[in-house]
């Protein structure tokens, strides 16, 4: 890959509107990019149990297992993160928030490790307006 691509490469990732990361299978976190109140920089070499809370990292590694079992399909999870004091990463409003994650497997060895490509989003708003509009199609039947 030529400095143009890269570069072309690069900027597209930046521009995403979604947290995008690669991950071992170890959960170590090898590029990050997307996070909006942090340096993702400050995340990459860190694991799953460095940056979230105990509870969640369980779910993560099941997905992560999944994603490499099925391989040639994208596992989706969707999760809920509330403020807890070991939680790495600051949330909005200081709420609890919904999250969609998608992982995918790529061909890329970090440290003898399979790692995937995720997309993280939050989905909050989205949950919100499904609850308002089912609760909408309630009171009109």
């Not at 070499?45 to 105990?54: A, D, H, S, V």
């Not at 779910?59 to 490499?68: D, G, N």
């Not at 004091?85 to 919904?98: A, C, K, T, V």
């Not at 949950?127 to 909408?136: F, G, H, L, N, V």
Request: hydrophobic share 35%; charged share 25%; net charge negative.
């Amino acid at each position: 890959m030529n400095i143009y691509h890269y570069r072309l490469l690069q900027s597209f990732v930046a521009g995403l509107p979604e947290l995008v990361f690669v991950v071992s299978e170890s959960g170590r976190y090898i590029e990050i990019s997307g996070l909006s109140e942090h340096d993702s920089t400050q995340f990459v070499g860190c694991t799953i149990e460095e940056i979230f809370p105990k509870e969640t990292c369980g779910m993560f590694y099941q997905a992560l297992e999944s994603a490499f079992k099925t391989r040639n399909e994208v596992t989706s999870i969707e999760y809920t993160l509330s403020p807890a004091p070991e939680l790495q990463i600051s949330l909005p409003n200081n709420e609890p928030r919904i999250f969609q994650l998608k992982i995918n497997p790529i061909d890329y060895l970090y440290d003898n490790e399979r790692t995937a490509a995720c997309i993280c989003r939050d989905i909050t708003e989205q949950r919100d307006c499904e609850k308002s509009w089912k609760s909408c199609l309630f009171v009109i039947t």
